[in-house]
């Protein structure tokens, strides 16, 4: 065996026990579960992604305006946090550094927070993250570049930004497989689909439904009865009425 193939299988067992040791520390791991229940505490909402699964989905929004930047101090400690809820929050640009260190991140929400371009930097090193959303914020094209560093980003929505279309394809330039959403193109189709008669024109289905409803139906002429030839009147014979006889009534002349 090589010195360096022999180098090399040290270096492996060396950090394959420096990984296992992190992750078995039980006093990570209780700091872990102290981090937990006080989010709890405060109303945060902890599970489990799936029985089998044991990474952690953490959310803030049930707690809503309750969640301050004060709130998310806890998150740093806790282990295999992969999904994090923040929407419709009080959490402030200054808040997201509790999250620089969160590099396990998948899923982040933001949306309907007073999150602006200065809060971005420090997200920009969740190289995990594949869903983003950013919808009902502040969020302009020159908080778009913080971004780019995120390879593994699918998802991001940018709804009621102030996000430009040059903005948008300059980072979808960046990052070619993102599915940017700004709710444009939705609109369009909508509004293509559900197209409004003008004032006092019926839509076309109702106006051919109602010009057949119109339509008469053709009443069938009942069949002419004809009438029974009426037959030659049989002529009858004329009666001749017998000749009355005349009575001699007259008196015989008086001979002279």
Request: net charge neutral; no cysteine; proline share 5%.
């Amino acid at each position: 065996m090589s010195r360096y193939t022999l180098t090399g299988m040290l270096l492996i067992g060396f950090l394959g026990g420096q990984v296992a040791t992190a992750e078995e520390d039980p006093q990570a791991a209780e700091k872990s579960k102290q981090a937990v229940a006080e989010i709890k505490k405060m109303g945060g909402h902890v599970m489990e992604l799936a029985q089998d699964d044991d990474r952690l989905e953490i959310a803030y929004h049930l707690i809503g305006e309750k969640a301050t930047d004060e709130s998310l101090a806890p998150l740093p400690n806790v282990q295999k946090l992969v999904h994090l809820n923040l929407r419709g929050t009080k959490i402030t640009d200054a808040g997201l550094a509790q999250l620089s260190k969160l590099t396990g991140l998948t899923r982040l929400h933001l949306e309907k927070t007073a999150i602006t371009d200065a809060g971005l930097p420090h997200i920009k090193g969740l190289v995990n993250l594949e869903y983003l959303n950013l919808y009902g914020t502040a969020v302009t094209d020159a908080g778009l570049e913080q971004l780019k560093e995120l390879k593994k980003l699918k998802k991001l929505y940018l709804w009621e930004t102030k996000v430009t279309d040059a903005g948008a394809a300059s980072l979808q330039t960046a990052l070619p497989e993102l599915k940017i959403n700004r709710g444009v193109e939705l609109v369009i189709k909508v509004e293509e689909k559900k197209e409004e008669p003008k004032e006092g024109e019926a839509k076309p289905k109702e106006k051919k439904d109602k010009k057949d409803k119109d339509k008469k139906p053709e009443e069938k002429k009942a069949p002419e009865k004809k009438e029974p030839e009426k037959k030659p009147e049989e002529k009858k014979p004329d009666e001749k009425k017998p000749e009355e006889k005349k009575s001699d009534d007259k008196k015989p002349e008086d001979k002279k």
